[in-house]
């Protein structure tokens, strides 16, 4: 907790306040007796089951079943109930997830979760949904509310991690949104229904529905395990060419955290920054079809050998072409030897009608190139490849994107991503 930023603090402090003031007024508010405290204990349990189960989104934050169990309190019991329930979910889990909860991490999703509750619940009330019943004034005012929670629920959250990692909100918003709707357009109809299945069945209703509800859970988890599969299969294909070029261990993985930095500078959107790390780290991918005898040639290279060489992005592309997921990438890697002045390979052509990843990746690729050390060279200096990046813009390299690339990539930024060089002597 000490380590969290000082705006993160006060940002959980503020959230914190609020939430125990709605929680307490609302406990303090509920006419209490035996039904509810039952309805308290099986909504409890649920709600400590569903939040024992997360699935972790891409950047930061996760969704769980939880958000049925909620919303169908929300419509069945007194919000003193709902919010009790909710709390007590966020703070009592269970499993994996527990020991990777810190404490402030699950005071912060209890709160953001009574509060976004109780926003929706605002909304009922506002159109005055008294009990819930399948006709098209509660189903309406139902996802309405839920709408309300579902974005409640996602600003806190992207709020809270923006101010941890000291990064863009709404950028974190709209990519979780859209990894996260699905999960909640699935959830939210399976909430309705088990407020009805409650009503008229009581606890056998929950029953019936539990196992559906862990069913969307895990058709959610390997929705996104197939993303990070992905990934996986691209750094299996970088490591098969690492094993035959000595001499560029970890350069792909470099060249592809410089890209991203120098991505994220340039403003582009979450998937083009996606698709850009992709792109860089395999864009060396097509030495696998260059014999190692040449890739770990000390001497200097035969007019044929460079022939070699330079087939590689094209050998490149026709590997990608072959994986679906990857889509356009091997367009990119094909151009990453292209020059700004036409004067690259393998097709020349020249300036903007290279594309603009894979004058990114040329970049960040000069650069750890003549920062690593070879067996015939030592490394240069940041300093000095920054001023031979600048020498060659305009020639080389399209020139504004290194002016970009010289303001951002300071030395600590480039000793941080350099830092797993393996050195060559």
């Given at each position: 907790?000490?380590?969290?930023?000082?705006?993160?603090?006060?940002?959980?402090?503020?959230?914190?306040?609020c939430a125990t003031i709605v929680l307490v007024w609302n406990i303090?508010?509920?006419?209490?007796?035996?039904?509810?405290?039952?309805?308290?204990?099986?909504?409890?349990?649920?709600?400590?089951?569903?939040?024992s189960l997360p699935v972790a989104l891409p950047k930061g934050g996760y969704v769980t079943v939880g958000y049925a169990v909620f919303l169908s309190a929300?419509?069945?019991?007194?919000?003193?109930?709902?919010?009790?329930?909710?709390?007590?979910a966020s703070l009592i889990i269970f499993g994996k997830s527990a020991s990777n909860e810190h404490i402030y991490k699950r005071v912060f999703n209890a709160s953001q979760y009574i509060l976004s509750l109780a926003a929706a619940y605002e909304v009922m009330d506002l159109f005055n949904l008294t009990a819930v019943g399948f006709y098209p004034k509660s189903i309406l005012i139902y996802l309405?509310?839920?709408?309300?929670?579902?974005?409640m629920n996602m600003t806190f959250v992207a709020f809270g991690i923006g101010l941890?990692?000291?990064?863009?909100?709404?950028?974190?918003?709209?990519?979780?949104?859209?990894?996260?709707?699905?999960?909640?357009?699935?959830?939210?109809?399976l909430g309705f229904l088990l407020a009805l299945l409650f009503k008229?069945?009581?606890?056998?209703?929950?029953?019936?529905?539990?196992?559906?509800?862990?069913?969307?859970?895990?058709?959610?988890?390997?929705?996104?395990?197939?993303?990070?599969?992905?990934?996986?299969?691209?750094?299996?294909?970088?490591?098969?060419?690492?094993?035959?070029d000595t001499y560029t261990s970890g350069h792909s993985e470099r060249v592809g955290k410089l890209a991203v930095v120098l991505g994220e500078a340039m403003e582009m959107s979450d998937e083009k920054i996606q698709f850009l790390k992709y792109a860089a780290v395999l864009h060396d991918v097509g030495k696998i079809g260059v014999s190692e005898i040449i890739l770990n040639k000390e001497g200097k290279l035969l007019e044929p050998e460079w022939d070699a060489i330079r087939s590689?992005?094209?050998?490149?592309?026709?590997?990608?072409?072959?994986?679906?997921?990857?889509?356009?990438?091997?367009?990119?890697?094909?151009?990453?030897?292209?020059?700004?002045d036409g004067r690259g390979y393998p097709d020349g052509i020249r300036g903007e009608i290279i594309?603009?990843?894979?004058?990114?990746?040329?970049?960040?690729?000069?650069?750890?190139?003549?920062?690593?050390?070879?067996?015939?060279?030592?490394?240069?200096?940041?300093?000095?490849a920054i001023q031979e990046l600048q020498r060659v813009a305009g020639s080389q390299l399209d020139p504004k994107i290194v002016e970009i690339f010289c303001k951002v990539v300071t030395i600590e930024l480039a000793q941080t991503i350099c830092a797993d060089r393996v050195k060559i002597t």
């Open positions: 907790m000490g380590k969290l930023p000082r705006k993160f603090k006060l940002f959980l402090t503020l959230v914190t306040a303090f508010h509920t006419d209490w007796n035996t039904a509810q405290l039952i309805n308290l204990l099986v909504f409890g349990i649920l709600s400590i089951a569903s939040e929300l419509i069945s019991f007194p919000l003193g109930v709902t919010l009790t329930s909710v709390a007590l309405i509310a839920a709408a309300v929670y579902m974005v941890v990692s000291n990064k863009a909100p709404w950028s974190i918003w709209v990519v979780n949104f859209r990894w996260a709707l699905p999960n909640f357009m699935a959830l939210v109809p008229n069945w009581g606890s056998l209703g929950i029953l019936l529905l539990f196992v559906p509800l862990l069913m969307s859970r895990h058709s959610f988890q390997l929705y996104i395990d197939m993303r990070e599969n992905y990934l996986n299969t691209v750094e299996a294909l970088v490591q098969a060419l690492e094993a035959k590689h992005p094209i050998i490149g592309q026709t590997i990608i072409k072959g994986i679906k997921f990857l889509f356009d990438i091997g367009h990119v890697v094909r151009h990453h030897h292209e020059r700004y594309p603009l990843e894979s004058r990114i990746i040329a970049i960040a690729d000069t650069y750890d190139a003549i920062t690593s050390d070879r067996s015939y060279r030592k490394g240069s200096t940041h300093d000095q």
